[in-house]
């Protein structure tokens, strides 16, 4: 019962070179998350998808893209790094939204990410 | 703008010694107030979903309260092992079918034996 991997959990990027972040979750959860983690800052939408094939800008997508060809696989791209975007990365997964319901997003470990 | 406000920044407890966090919220249609522990080096893990004012949730140790305008983590007896971030996370109508998440800065909780 993994819930959400992401991989890898630790890198460091030149300026400049490019990378994916990987995110898999085993829950058949419709909707997928990326955020960012940031001292004083908290989490911020980067970006997010309502199912496979369908993606969306959250509130701070400048610089990344992403892709969700497979409902259980959620790819998070940087063309070209720069130091403003290390940070903690963490991907989530939730069902889709039916109402009223107990649930709450499940998030991976999260990946450290350093832009020298 | 929906807004998630988190007091205090952090909180130094000892052991057994009963205190509230605090969580104001601003939000268009609120549909949901998420809590969430983290612990060092990991990703969130969901807590609470409260969802009208009056209502209540328990689980070990923790209780969450939610108003019309706040949300209360009340924390009974902590122990050391209570030591965490705790974070809040309003959802609102919004204009989107997902429901848009907004997090608060979190409450860093330190528990001494």
């Known amino acids: 019962n993994a819930g959400v991997t992401q991989t890898p959990k630790f890198r460091v990027l030149k300026t400049g070179q490019s990378m994916t972040l990987l995110c898999a979750q085993d829950?058949?959860?419709?909707?997928m998350y990326w955020y960012r983690q940031d001292p004083g800052m908290g989490l911020r939408l980067i970006h997010y998808s309502v199912g496979e094939g369908t993606t969306a800008k959250g509130e701070v997508p400048d610089g990344y893209n992403v892709s969700r060809l497979k409902k259980q696989n959620f790819l998070l791209g940087l063309e070209s790094a720069a130091p403003s975007q290390t940070s903690v990365y963490f991907c989530?997964?939730?069902?889709?939204?039916?109402?009223?319901?107990?649930?709450?997003?499940?998030f991976g470990s999260g990946t450290r990410l350093t832009v020298v | 703008e929906d807004q998630v406000t988190q007091s205090p920044e952090a909180l130094r407890l000892q052991e057994g010694e009963s205190s509230s966090l605090n969580c104001s919220y601003t939000?268009?249609?609120?549909?949901?107030l998420f809590w969430y522990r983290q612990d060092p080096g990991k990703g969130p893990e969901f807590l609470f979903t409260?969802?009208?004012a009056g209502e209540e949730k328990e689980k070990e140790r923790l209780k969450a309260t939610l108003t019309k305008k706040e949300s209360f983590l009340h924390i009974t007896a902590p122990k050391p092992e209570d030591s965490a971030t705790y974070l809040c996370?309003?959802?609102?109508?919004?204009?989107?079918?997902?429901?848009?998440?907004?997090f608060g800065q979190g409450t860093i909780l330190t528990v001494h034996p």
């Open positions: 996370a309003a959802r609102s109508a919004g204009g989107t079918s997902y429901g848009k998440l907004t």
């Open positions: 939000v268009s249609g609120l549909r949901g």
């Open positions: 989530a997964s939730s069902y889709k939204d039916r109402g009223i319901s107990n649930y709450g997003y499940t």
């Open positions: 409260l969802y009208s």
């Open positions: 829950m058949n959860h419709e909707y």
